[in-house]
């Protein structure tokens, strides 16, 4: 690819996709409706595409772009795309009563920020570039999504919550080394793609079984 | 020299303006509700009745309940001078910084917050609570974010960060200026009282938070609060605009001429958000009021992020 | 023909599953699963005896360790692919399964023992860790086999759980690339991370190695991520929950095991030693606490495997030949025990509609022979002679001892002394008095695998034979200190 572009365009371009990145991930924490929640993870998915495509420009790795254009197509599109169709399905449209109420889980997300800029200072030092100053961005929508996951009692947004937490790492890979070996890549994707499936699946299940997708009502197995 | 001059010019132009952007704002939502509304001159006309009436205290109210329009109308005018709205030389500005700028907003709301809970009415009392508590969560707001904006030309002065975005436009673009410009978007918002946080013409008590808290004033006193409510809301638009989008600001050695077309961008940003505000809030419900919170400390926390990008992304 | 004996391990399961989609479940085809078991433990030995191995341009590759690790994958696996046809046929009979289920039941056992199998062959981190996940995915339905709530609800937890500890893995996989990148290895391959591990980054490697290690952990039911366990292990399949206790925790933890030697070297043995000590005390802990007032005798069989593994843990962080070699000889000894338990739990299960310790009573009596290996079960995973884990326990005790963590052994030892407490508490209630009831009836191609894995564990405790190099020779590659 040849494409121009200046160092401060770079940088410009690297740090807004991230921003994005960050800005769905908090949204997520955000808002109550399911379905508002699925097209955060849909947006997320393009920011991301959006990070890898400027670093494959910038290191004019044609084959970065191309691995961007797949990462793109998996979670912007075929991920939210089988969430969406689930919550079709299921026909419940908010998440009811979240473990922390939605105003302390934001302060606590602040909270997040700043620990994962404490726990990735060792990562920016060792090769201080603006990808890797990024790298906090993508920790943070990691913590965010654990909260989620955590906190939530959808089985939809724990989904979504697992998710950001798989963007999240898939960024933290691009911005450190422009990702892991293709081989490893396929097979990551192809794993997630799987685990949504069989988490779809067993979301099916469990409404045919308990009536919901309230995962309060899991608690039969316990000592 | 221009820099006096284009301070005065700002203060005139708030101060006149203000009012007939409420009027544009009306009317916008008139439209799109499908009537014909009153013109955009109305809540001038308003005032006009207003102040000819006669000035009438409940009983048993004190100094704090007189003083506070005045102040707050004050505070505003004090305001519209220092921040770079039409120039960034503002002979102020080294006396005012976001900090000062902050703190005079807040005044004015505690003035009022505290008139109100000197008439002793319950809905006085009620409306300043929420006042406070809906403040509480907007002032450390605004100074978190523009404090975020601030780090990247290394003062705290309005009229530099307008002066650096100025010369370099494309600085906006980036993720702590995003942030930040949300996070001052919705307290923008909370701050003037307008949806989904307030209702600004409602007339379900329960339901109110600024007109509350003016339920008992009447006759002139009104007509200042009133005006003042206005020229904060064009004020608080128009530091948006200049943060964000800072095209045909003056600087400091600029002719008549520069000075004019800063004038007429600032009238057309400002009135151009206006009716867009106005727009959304057509399509908008008023959110229940415990969720309010929710919103503002999303905002804080967009305005945190904004802080910690500026570190991040550094 | 070298390649291939590597390649073959992975390939006879996958076909194995290959054919159960074809020709679904039935009388004939339910021993073909005997046969690919059969067939990967042979290869193991052979793997064993062949010396390291590459295979598919490098991506496979075999060692004393890997063979070591599917020497117990194939012996597991045969024992529980031995039981699997009576349990089938018995939940068939009971109406708990169908013949689209059972074809099921089939293709996912395969394809589950494939991936382990690959995950052992695996040269790379990056591999290891696709075939890692893809054994939650494959289990997620075999866990949920039944469709009742519980089941439901125990494969929801196994999924969520497992995957997000195993994203946590790969974050510090992502993390070990990035430090490789800037050492100038950039390949997830062992060998060479290992060989330049000196140059990597510590600040870097610290955070991969604790997120390596709390990932794994998760999977191999490390405290403090192990909450998915007595849950899944309780709800699978009989032959399942062999499988999975038996192998898939161990499989987890010899991925632990090889993040170990990267570790040690880039940051020294300390770290990763108090990480695998607080790590593997925890896990004692939480089954120690949690047997006590345990009701449920397949949730008993999970707890003592996440005690287990807390012995593995101690064992690693010891970290010396002895300890090592312990280690290994625990992993082979707790799969044959664990799983000869949890296939006798499952014909249990089966007779009394329960799998609670109140239903049952008076076993000895009712059943003596599938009584009898429960108990001798329960007396092997409690480290009696003259089973092995007599042996690797008295090993890792005195590794331990050795190496001056003698702090760290004795905490460990008053906690196994109260889960053999626990354990004889309420396996006598259930095995002995009580109002005898009607007999169990024990068929015999389940009594086979019970007795032969007995045996097997009880002959590895009097001695090693064959075994005793190939475990020297893992443990060295294990990054054995002297």
Known sequence: ?????????????????????????????????????????????????????????????????????????????????????????????????????VATSLVVAAVLAMLAYALSQPLVRLSPTPAT???????????????????????????????????????????????????????????????VLVLQVLTTRMRAAFGGTDLDELRELHD | MSGVVGAVLQVIVIAVGSPLLVGVMRQVRARLEGRAGAGIAQPWRDLRKLMRKEAIAPHGTGWVFRAAPP??????????AVVPLVTTASPLDGVADLFAVTALLALGSVALALAALDTGTAFGGMGASREMTVLALVEPTILV????????????????????????????????????????????????????????????????????????????DLALIEWASAMRLSVLLGLLASLFFPLGISGASTGALALLVSVIALVVKVTLMGALLAAGEVFMAKLRLFRVPELLAGSFLLALLAVAASFFLA | MDSLLVVAPVAVPAAAAGLYAVLGWNRITAWLGVLAAAGLLTCAVALATAGRREALAGLLHSDALSAFMLIVIGAVALLAMLASPAYLAAELAAGHTGARAMRRYGVLTQSFIAAMALAVLASSLGLLWVAIEATTILTAFLVGHRRTRQATEAAWKYVVICSVGIALAL??????????????????????????????????????????????????????????????????????????????????????????????????????????????????????????????YKRLLAYSSIEHMGLLALGAAIGNTLALVAVLLHILGHGLGKSVLFLSAGQLHQALGSSRIRAASGLMARAPLLAGAFALGLLALLGLPPFSLFASEVGIARAGFAAGLGWAITAALVLMLIIVAAIGRHSRRMLLGGEPGEAIALP???????????????????????????????????????
């Open chain 1, 1 to 101: 690819m040849g494409v121009n572009m200046t160092d401060a365009m770079y940088v410009q371009l690297l740090d807004l996709a991230c921003g994005a990145f960050l800005l769905t991930g908090v949204l997520v924490l955000w808002r109550r409706e399911l379905s508002a929640i699925v097209w955060l993870f849909a947006l997320q998915g393009v920011a991301l595409t959006a990070l890898i495509v400027v670093l494959g420009s910038w290191q004019a790795d044609l084959e970065l772009i191309l691995v961007g254009a797949g990462v793109g197509a998996l979670r912007a599109g075929l991920l939210p795309y089988l969430m969406r169709r689930a919550l079709v399905a299921g026909g419940e449209g908010r998440e009811t009563q979240p473990l922390v109420n």
């Open chain 1, 133 to 195: 100053q990024a790298v906090p961005v993508a920790l943070t929508v990691l913590l965010i999504g654990f909260f989620v996951l955590v906190t939530r009692r959808r089985a939809l947004s724990q989904l979504v919550g697992f998710l950001l937490m798989d963007n999240a790492i898939t960024a933290t890979a691009f911005l450190t080394t422009s990702g892991v070996p293709l081989v490893v890549e396929l097979g990551i994707s192809l794993d997630l793609l799987l685990a």
């Open chain 2, 71 to 80: 102040l707050l109308a004050g505070t505003a005018l004090v305001v519209a």
């Open chain 2, 145 to 220: 974010s523009i404090f975020a904006l601030s780090i990247r030309v290394g003062s705290t002065s309005l009229g530099s960060i307008v002066t650096a975005t100025v010369e370099d436009p494309l600085s906006v673009i980036s993720p702590v200026s995003v942030l930040a410009a949300v996070a001052l978007a919705i307290v923008t918002i909370a701050e003037t009282g307008r949806i989904p946080v307030d209702n600004p013409s409602t007339h379900l008590e329960l339901t109110m938070i600024h007109e509350a808290m003016v339920l008992e004033y009447a006759g002139p």
């Open chain 3, 171 to 296: 974050l510090g996989i992502v993390m070990v690339h990035y430090a490789g990148t800037h050492a100038g290895v950039a390949s997830l391959n062992w060998a060479a991370l290992a060989e330049h591990a000196g140059r990597l980054d510590a600040g870097v490697m610290r955070i991969a190695v604790m997120l390596l290690v709390l990932g794994f952990g998760t999977k191999a039911g490390l405290a403090p991520m192990h909450a998915w366990l007595p849950d899944a292990h309780s709800q699978a399949p009989a032959p399942v929950s062999a499988l999975m206790s038996g192998v898939l925790l161990s499989v987890a933890f010899y991925a632990i095991l090889r993040v170990k030697v990267i570790a040690d070297v880039a940051l020294g043995t300390a770290f990763t030693r108090t990480l695998l000590i607080i790590v593997a005390l925890a896990s004692l802990a939480v089954a120690a606490l949690l047997l006590l007032a345990q009701r449920d």
């Open chain 3, 444 to 482: 015999r191609s389940v009594a086979v695998p019970l007795v032969a894995g007995l045996a097997a564990c009880a002959v590895l405790g009097i001695t090693l034979g064959p075994l005793h190099s190939l475990l020297q020779a893992a443990a060295t590659i294990a990054g054995a200190t002297p």
